[in-house]
Structure formats: structure tokens, C-alpha cells
């Protein structure tokens, strides 16, 4: 009874997360891979919480003596190299012994798990395991050792790991020599130095890389500056020499000016130009005429690069050379550095190619405040319309501020220049605003000239704008209002499109009780590109006033606007806008043709789930459960 | 001041020819090794034939542009890209099992790197090592030590280095990143990026290795799994980067390109978060990471609207998505240009086209390693939070996880042995 009673207590004694790690552990041999996902699952699961800050000093020790207990079980090998793992990863010096044993594991996966493991919880004793390993370890085993000693980050490995600089396994040799770099350990360096140095030429680069790692000192530069075994090491030995003695450095650069032959040049010359110092600019710039085309790219791309605004002068001589790359190069940098003194250089090329997006990008960023203020007296002073259109279109670009209401007035003068009022409707396209917009429906309303320039400008100014509905409300509908002929509003009615809201539709359905303003209704309509837009063709559709014609129109534009690549909305808009028409449909045909524009789609079992639960109500419709259940069906 | 007339009529300093013709076309050879092609060619080799290759195949066409190999560890794979290069029109490209051919040719000057993510940071390290320029798909690494390799190989032997986080190149996330960089809606308090989920990594049981795949290679320095199909596949929807051993789930998947984003906006490129807390701790709904400012950065959160990322300011909001979709509250940001004095972001209109350029003009990339590191260090830290299942605290100037030794040697990994980072 008394042992009864001590098992029954001894049961809710063990702790829970005990529990857990046999449950896990037992699921990691099932013959169903999802359970032993959960069994791994469970067991990051446990081993996160108690190694959480603070709980270290709970279960951890069970926990971590369990699982190693494991790892020498019969288990699967990929759950055995999961537990190895989990030790490496959460395990203690406690650890270490069991992982040990493992070394000699009749499975190589075992042994190489086990090797990384001990280096991962890296303290002195697992080091000095691995160590100790090392020193008695086969050929097949040593690299997986010394891989795992130069990874634990522990100090305690470096000594073994220089004895295996004199290995007679040359990948031996170059892990060490890799591993004593990234250690940074300089006692190294000597024989590093000197196993490069014996070594065949394309044979030298781990050495070379592992001296980098560590640092070099100036005569190690020297050497790999003419003899590194290829041009990222010669270049990087050219940048730790610039970061430790600069006049070194001038005088090297000094050295491969003119010689654009000589190895790594470009980036030697790269590397000085992006230094963004002084002394090496001091060296490029007195020996400007030695230059190559390439190496005064170089210079322009570090230039804008650092945002060196000093050498804008330099690069403005450089707008001047012979090479297209150089003056492109040379005009990238300037978009970055430049300043009032560069925009008329700027602004020739511009004018000479306007559609060079480096140039327009270029001008656009340019800091030259005071040149806008020139612009702006040129703008106001009436002069040549050529010369105030490129003006007009250089202060669009440049969004000068302050120049609305003047390009505004301009635009509305029936005095001045048609060009240059098309011209100033263009610019206001970008920096016009919601007086802009009225400005541009007075024009149309006063059917000029200028109406067709305003139609495209106001769309395209609608559009940028945003906010359809507060510019419907206080633009649009109010021109509108104010409309006195059908020619006029028929205008506005062309343009709508940008404008999108429930109102405009609204607005341009009832103008379809007019014939000439419904041939504009429905040359505007196609341009829609919002899902509503399609309860507008459905009721066009089934409109008495509506001719044949009108009626098939409508049934085609219904389809577009549920079908078409250019409609904005997600699947869900698209399925609530659907069911909509589909419950004021007239007739069977109308419901699938705007049912069959999903099946038409091809969807996503994802979209599948969303259009179903939207059409839940429509199941019951005869017209359309059959089309609906194949839609909807997922394979 | 010239006169006006004389200012505005100024005879092009470009010549007739003006700057028509890209410089990709004209420019001559500039390569770190100075070695690169006859003719101003750049030679490139891909390697990683499988689902993101298909948006990098283009640079082979780009003028001044010479593939010279493709490499992947699948024959099939292998096969299907030699296949491709000739429909290309390059019927002498090498198609080689093992990257190190890539890497030791001397003639290849430019590597495209699209293998999974565990394999991204020793090719690429390699790469720069052997005087190659890079680019390499996001995320850019799988641990926080090979970033910090990367980074340092970047600056060591001035590698051009482009890392895919492709949003940088278009002009509506610009847009977004500067409406928030110039203060548009105000003081940013919080983001929300859209990840979504992939289906939890399962244990398939062992199948057979298909003939001509080196499934050994291709597990390179990630612990031994026995091989099935759907733990190598490469699939939008998970595949691969189901698993943790190769990629960071969807931190690295959207992540990759949101997280990018929001550090692009907040200005944060040069350093990183302090805090990351995983979904479901302490009743937390939302996995979230936040700024030292307390700017908190969420994910999967209801509040991030119909867009991709949304980033909420005192004075408004700027939502946006891929396929130029942005708004902006108050409306009319999203096209109002940016004026005299406003902060302009770097400007490339094509990621890949950014890469080439610079690789011939040694200019920085958009999205060199050192961005990528960041970026990659927000994916792989959110990674480890939800992995642990509890908070994490970041020191971005040290770069460590703070006080809490067991999350930290997550930093790094351990490598099967053949498999070790190149110096």
C-alpha cells in the first residue's frame, strides 16, 4: 500500500516538462512522420522554454540528461541527429560526455553531428574533448574535428589548430589556416606567411585571406600589392593599407597612375576614389591628364557615392570630356552634389534629350533654389513661348514651390500662346491642386481651343490627386451644375473615369436619358476600372430607354468590368460586387455571364473559399447552383 | 548668368547623339579585376536553376552581357537551363553540377546566385574572394554570422553586390519610402507588413534520390535530412522554404522584401530594431519587432488594411502594394513630387539593370550587402522569436542577441564538414 501510494505521488511529483521530453522522445521513433514532427516540435518547445532568461536553473539538467540518454538508443538516425543537435544547441558541459561516446558511433552522420555539437556548446571542457579527439582521431574524421574546433569560437582550440598548420593534409593545413584567421590570431601570422609564401600561386589564396583576416602589416601589404595571387587580394590589401598609413597609400596610387594595364588598377583606383580621402583626391586630381576615360568614371561614381560635395568644380570639368561615360557618370554624381553653379550644364543636356531619365533625375534633385527664383522671373517677364515652355516644364519637374497660381493664370490667358497654355496644363498635371482642377473644368466649359488639352490634363490631375469623391463633391458636380449646354457637360461626362465614385456613376447613368449624352456614357464607361462599374452596365442593360444595341454594349462592358486585367480590387470586392448584380439580374443569361467571368478566371482554392462563402445566398438560385458548385469546387 | 536666350539654347555638351544610347552600351570595362570581357563585356554565370532564376535570365540579354555558365546540382534543372540559354540565343554556355567551376574561371566576372538561402552566403563570399562581383537573392543569408561575412567580404575587396530585395527598384515603394522619409504624415508610430504563412514543415518519409541529383551538395553546410520531393522543391507556396535549415519561413519570403521597405522608409539602413516578440507570447495576437524610438513594426496585422505594408504617421498614413497600388491618407501624396529641399531616395527603375550598371561604374548598388545585412538580420531574428516562442532583445550596434545565451548561439549554425564558409 505504502509503495502505492509513494509511485502515485512519485507520478505527480515529475515535473511536466519532464513528461513532455519522454512523450517527445518516444514520438520520434513512430512509423507516422507527422507525429515525429511533433515530437521534435515539442521538444524545441520544451528546451526554449526552460532555457528561457531566468529559468536556467530549473529542469534543464533532466531535460539535457534525458535526451543524451536518447541519443545512444535505438532510434531512427534522423531523430538521433536531431537529439545530437538539440544537445549542441541547449546542452551544458554535462553534455559533453555523452556526445563524446558518440564519436565512435558506427555512423559517420552520428559522429559528424556529435563533433558539432560538442563544438556548439563550445566551453573549455568541450574543446578540450574535441582536442583530445583531434589527437587520436582517423584521416576520414580530423577535418569534421578541426571544422568543429575553429567553430566554437573557444581560444582554448587555437593551439591545436596552429599544430595543424604543419599537417601533411593540405586541406587540413588551409582549414587551420582559415579558422587562425577568422580568430584573428596574429602569433599566427609568421607561419601563415610563410606556408603562402611556399605555396604554389593558386595555392596561396586561403593563406592570403586568412592574413587579411587578421590584418596585415606594411610589408605584408607590400608584398600582396604586387604578388597577391589575384586582384581582390591585391585590392584588399590596398584598402587595409589605406586604413592604416594614408601617405602609403598616396604614393601607391601614385605609382599605377597611366598604367591602366597593370593588375587590379580599377580597383585600386576605385578603392581610392570611394575612400573619400583627401590625400588620395589630392593624388587623382593632380594627375587629372594621366587619367583614363574609365578611371575618371570611377572618381564621378565615388563622388556622388560619398556625396563629396567639394569636387563639384572637378566634376563640372568632367561634363566636358570626351567620354559619354565619364559626362554620365559625371551628371549621376552632380544630381547628388550639385548646386546652383551646375544647373546650366544640367540644363543643356536636359534640353538635348529630354526623355533621358539620368538627365531629368539628375535636374530634378539638384539643390539650385536660386536658380528657381530665376525661373520664376522668367515665367512672370512675357518673353519667347519656346523659352517659357521649357521654363514651364523644368519648374513642373523641380516642383519649384510658389509658381501654382502663376502657371495657373497662363494657362486660363486667351492672350498667351496656345503651346505654352497646353504647356502649363501639362505642368499643373503634377503640382495643380483642387483649384486647379475647377480652373481646368471652367475650360472645358468654355469650349475653346484649349477644352481637348484640358480633358486629358484634368483626368491625369484627377487622378494624382486622389480623393474622387471630395473632388467629385467639390469640382466636378458643382461645374456640372453650372453646365449650359449638353456639348459641355458631354465634355466633362468623357473624363469621368477619373473621378471614380458611386456619384459619378449615378450621375453619368441618369445623363444617359439623353442620346448624345449616353454615346459619351458609354465610350467612358469601358475606361473604369472599379468593380462597380458593373452594376452601372447591369442597369444599362436592363434600361427600357435603352436600344439593342445599347443593351449589348451594356452585356459587354458587364463582362469586361469582371473579367478585364486592368480592374482594381481583390477577389472578395470583385465576388460582393458579383452578387449584387446577380440578385438584380433580369434573367438567367445575365446571371452566369456574370458568374462565368470567376470561372473564366481560374480560381485559387483560396479564392475558391472566399467566393463561396460571398455567394452562400446564392446557392439556393436555381439559375446559377450548378455553375456555382463547379466554380467553387476544389479538386 | 547668360543670356536667356543663350542659356536655354546652348549646344548639348552630349553631342548629337545626345545620351540616347544607354551606358551600358558605350561604357568600357571596369571590372574590380579590370579583367572583364573584350569589348566592354561583362561574363556572367548562374548559379541555381530553379524558380527564381526565371526573373534574372533576362541580364544575359542586356547588352554587354555574355552567360557563360549555368550551374545546379539537379541534372534535370541543369538541362532545362542550357535549354533556355539556347532558345536565348547562347549555345555555348556551360552547364556544370558544381558551383566551384563558377567560381574558379577566371573568366567569369559577374555570379547570379538564386540557390536557397543556406547556400547564399558561402558562394557569394567565394565569389567576391575569386574578384566577382554578386547578386544574390533575398534574404541575403541564413544566419546573422554570414551576414556579417558578407558585409565584411563586401567592404574587404569592394565587390559590386546586389541583394534581390527588388521593391527598391520600384518607384511606388520609392514613393512610399520618401513620403515617410520627408515627414508627410508625420512622426511614424507603427507599420504593418503582410507575410502570410507557409504550411508547417513536415517529416516526409525517406525517398529515393533521383539519378543525377548530388542531394548531398545540394544540403551543403545544413544538417543531414533523409531526401523526399516536397523538402527540395521549389515552390512559391513552401517547398523548401518550409524549413528552417534553408530559409527563414515567410520571414524571409515576404519579409524579406516588406521588412526591407520599412527600414528603406524609416531610414534605419545602417542599423536595425532592438526588440522582437513572437505571436502568442504573453497573449500577444501579432508577431511584432520595434526601433529603439518605440516605432513597432507588425506582422499579419488586421490593421495593415488591403495593401502589402501600411506605415501609420501622426498626420497620416501611406499604404502600398506591388503593382503600383498606393494610397495615402490624407489623399494626393502618392503623386505629388517631391519639391526643393525634400529628401529624394536612391533612384533605380530595374534591380537587375542597377547591378550591371554599377558593376561597370563601381558605384554603390541599391541594395548592397551592407542594407541586405540589416534587412536579413530583421527576417532571421523574427525567425528565432518564433522558433523560441519569446521575446528577444537586439543590440544593433554589436550586432548580439542581450542576455539571453541560449537564443544567442542561434547567430550562427554549425556546418557539415566540406561545406565551410570561405574566408
Redesign the interface.
Known amino acids: 500500500m505504502k509503495c502505492i501510494l509513494s509511485l502515485f505521488l512519485g507520478l505527480f511529483l515529475i515535473p511536466l516538462s519532464m513528461a513532455g521530453i519522454t512523450e517527445a522522445l518516444s514520438q520520434l521513433s513512430s512509423d507516422n512522420y507527422d507525429v515525429r514532427t511533433e515530437g521534435r516540435n515539442e521538444l524545441l518547445s520544451l528546451f526554449a522554454e526552460a532555457t528561457a532568461p531566468g529559468n536556467e536553473a530549473g529542469e534543464l539538467p533532466g531535460m539535457l540528461a534525458e535526451v543524451a540518454s536518447a541519443t545512444q538508443k535505438d532510434l531512427p538516425i534522423p531523430s538521433r541527429l536531431y537529439l545530437i543537435k538539440t544537445l549542441g544547441l541547449f546542452g551544458t558541459d554535462t553534455s559533453v560526455k555523452p556526445l563524446v561516446l558518440l564519436l565512435d558511433d558506427e555512423s559517420p552522420k552520428i559522429r559528424d553531428n556529435a563533433m558539432q555539437a560538442i563544438a556548439r556548446i563550445g566551453t573549455d571542457q568541450a574543446v578540450a574533448a574535441l582536442v583530445q579527439r583531434l589527437g587520436k582521431a582517423p584521416e576520414s574524421e580530423r577535418r569534421g574535428l578541426l571544422l568543429a574546433l575553429s567553430s566554437s569560437n573557444n581560444e582554448t582550440a587555437i593551439l591545436t589548430i596552429g599544430r595543424l598548420l604543419h599537417d601533411s593534409d593540405p586541406v587540413l593545413t588551409n582549414l587551420a589556416a582559415t579558422a587562425l584567421g577568422k580568430m584573428s590570431v596574429e602569433k599566427a601570422i609568421p607561419i601563415l606567411l610563410e606556408l603562402r609564401n611556399s605555396a604554389p600561386v593558386d595555392q596561396r589564396l586561403v593563406f592570403e585571406s586568412a592574413l587579411l583576416d587578421i590584418g596585415l602589416n606594411k610589408d605584408i601589404v607590400s608584398d600582396f600589392l604586387q604578388n597577391g595571387s589575384n586582384d581582390s587580394i591585391r585590392v584588399a590589401a590596398y584598402r587595409q593599407l589605406i586604413e592604416m598609413d594614408i601617405s602609403a597609400a598616396a604614393n601607391f596610387l601614385q605609382s599605377i597612375i597611366g598604367r591602366e594595364d597593370a593588375p587590379a588598377h580599377y580597383g585600386f583606383i576605385a578603392s581610392a576614389a570611394s575612400s573619400n580621402i583627401p590625400q588620395l583626391y589630392k593624388v587623382l586630381t593632380d594627375n587629372i591628364d594621366k587619367l583614363s576615360a574609365n578611371d575618371r568614371v570611377l572618381m564621378a561614381s565615388a563622388i556622388g557615392d560619398n556625396r563629396a560635395s567639394h569636387y563639384e568644380d572637378l566634376l563640372l570639368s568632367f561634363l566636358n570630356d570626351e567620354s559619354i561615360d565619364v559626362r554620365l557618370a559625371t551628371i549621376d554624381a552632380l544630381g547628388w552634389i550639385g548646386t546652383n553653379k551646375s544647373f546650366d550644364a544640367i540644363y543643356a543636356q536636359y534640353l538635348s534629350d529630354k526623355n533621358n531619365d539620368r538627365v531629368r533625375d539628375a535636374l530634378t534633385r539638384l539643390n539650385a533654389a536660386a536658380f528657381d527664383q530665376l525661373l520664376i522671373r522668367v515665367l512672370e517677364n512675357s518673353g519667347d513661348p519656346i523659352e517659357m515652355i521649357a521654363v514651364v516644364e523644368l519648374i513642373a519637374l523641380r516642383n519649384t514651390p510658389g509658381t501654382n497660381e502663376l502657371i495657373s493664370s497662363i494657362a486660363t490667358s486667351t492672350d498667351r500662346d496656345p503651346d505654352l497654355r497646353k504647356a502649363c496644363l501639362k505642368a499643373l498635371e503634377t503640382i495643380g491642386n483642387t483649384d486647379s482642377v475647377k480652373l481646368m473644368l471652367g475650360l472645358i466649359l468654355a469650349q475653346s481651343d484649349m477644352t481637348r488639352p484640358a480633358q486629358t490634363s484634368l483626368k491625369r490631375l484627377s487622378q494624382n490627386l486622389g480623393n474622387p469623391h471630395k473632388l467629385w463633391l467639390d469640382a466636378y458636380q458643382p461645374a456640372l451644375a453650372t453646365a449650359s449646354s449638353d456639348d459641355q457637360i458631354k465634355d466633362i461626362l468623357l473624363i469621368l473615369d477619373g473621378v471614380p465614385t458611386q456619384e459619378t456613376l449615378d450621375y453619368m447613368l441618369s445623363a444617359c436619358a439623353k442620346p448624345q449624352l449616353k454615346q459619351a456614357v458609354l465610350r467612358t464607361l469601358p475606361r473604369w476600372t472599379d468593380y462597380n462599374v458593373a452594376l452601372t452596365w447591369l442597369e444599362l442593360a436592363n434600361s427600357d430607354s435603352s436600344t439593342a444595341e445599347d443593351k449589348a454594349t451594356a452585356l459587354a462592358g458587364l463582362k469586361r468590368a469582371l473579367t478585364h486585367e486592368s480592374m482594381k480590387g481583390d477577389i472578395r470586392t470583385k465576388a460582393q460586387v458579383a452578387k449584387q448584380a446577380v440578385l438584380k439580374a433580369k434573367t438567367p443569361e445575365q446571371k452566369l455571364l456574370i458568374l462565368n467571368a470567376f470561372k473564366d478566371a481560374g480560381l485559387s482554392n483560396k479564392d475558391k473559399s472566399i467566393v463561396s462563402k460571398e455567394f452562400e445566398s446564392l446557392k439556393s438560385d436555381e439559375d446559377v447552383s450548378e455553375l456555382l458548385s463547379e466554380l467553387i469546387a476544389t479538386p | ?2 543670356s ?2 543663350e ?9 548629337v ?5 544607354p ?1 551600358i552600351s ?10 572583364i570581357g573584350a569589348n566592354s563585356r561583362i561574363n556572367l554565370a548562374y548559379i541555381g536553376m530553379g524558380l527564381q532564376v526565371k526573373s534574372h535570365l533576362g541580364i544575359s540579354n542586356m547588352e554587354g552581357v555574355q552567360p557563360l555558365y549555368v550551374c545546379d546540382v539537379k541534372q534535370d534543372m541543369l538541362s532545362k537551363a542550357s535549354g533556355e540559354m539556347t532558345k536565348r540565343g547562347f549555345n555555348e554556355v556551360t552547364a556544370t553540377p558544381d558551383y566551384e567551376d563558377v567560381i574558379n574561371d ?1 573568366a567569369v566576372d559577374a555570379v547570379v546566385v538564386t540557390t536557397p538561402d543556406h547556400w547564399h552566403a558561402a558562394m557569394a563570399i567565394a565569389a ?4 566577382k562581383d554578386v547578386y544574390v537573392e533575398k534574404p541575403m543569408t541564413l544566419t546573422i554570422e554570414e551576414g556579417k561575412a558578407m558585409v565584411e567580404a563586401e ?4 565587390s559590386i553586390i546586389q541583394v534581390g530585395s527588388m521593391q527598391r527598384s520600384n518607384g511606388t515603394f520609392r514613393k512610399a519610402a520618401e513620403i515617410v522619409r520627408n515627414g508627410w504624415i508625420g512622426e511614424i508610430k507603427t507599420a504593418y507588413c503582410k507575410l502570410g504563412s507557409f504550411p ?6 525517406p525517398e529515393e534520390i533521383p539519378d543525377g541529383f548530388n542531394y548531398d551538395k545540394w544540403l551543403g553546410p545544413a ?4 531526401y523526399s520531393a516536397s523538402r527540395v522543391q521549389g515552390n512559391y507556396g513552401g517547398g523548401w522554404r518550409r524549413h528552417w535549415d534553408y530559409g527563414s519561413r515567410k520571414n524571409g519570403d515576404w519579409g524579406a522584401h516588406h521588412y526591407d521597405i520599412v527600414q528603406w522608409a524609416l531610414g534605419r539602413d545602417e542599423t536595425g530594431p532592438v526588440k522582437f516578440v513572437p505571436q502568442g507570447y504573453q497573449g500577444e495576437k501579432h508577431a511584432y519587432y520595434e526601433y529603439a524610438d518605440g516605432i513597432r513594426v507588425y506582422r499579419d496585422h488586421p490593421d495593415s488594411g ?1 495593401y502589402m505594408i501600411r506605415i501609420q504617421g501622426t498626420e497620416g498614413d501611406v499604404y502600398v502594394s506591388r503593382n503600383g ?1 498606393i ?2 491618407t ?3 501624396f ?8 525634400d529628401e ?1 531616395l536612391y ?1 533605380s ?1 530595374n534591380h537587375q539593370v542597377n547591378w550591371i550598371e554599377c558593376i ?5 548598388t541599391i541594395c548592397p550587402a551592407s542594407v541586405g545585412h540589416r534587412t536579413g538580420s530583421i527576417c532571421l531574428l523574427s525567425g528565432i522569436t518564433e ?4 521575446p528577444i532583445q537586439w543590440d544593433p550596434e554589436n550586432e548580439h542577441i542581450i ?4 537564443a544567442s ?2 547567430e ?1 549554425r ?5 561545406y ?1 564558409l ?2
Open positions: 548668368m547668360n536667356r536666350r542659356f536655354l539654347k546652348k549646344t548639348a555638351l552630349l553631342g547623339s545626345g545620351l540616347a544610347a551606358i558605350k561604357a568600357s570595362t571596369l571590372g574590380l579585376n579590370g579583367r577566371p567576391m574572394r575569386a574578384g567592404a574587404r575587396y569592394g508547417p514543415a513536415q517529416l516526409d518519409a544538417p543531414f535530412e533523409p488591403k497600388q494610397m495615402t490624407p489623399s494626393g502618392a503623386k505629388q513630387p517631391l519639391g526643393l529641399g529624394r533612384l527603375k561597370r561604374t563601381r558605384k554603390r522558433r523560441l516562442g519569446r542576455g539571453d545565451p541560449a548561439k542561434w550562427s554549425p556546418r557539415r564538414a566540406g565551410e570561405p574566408a
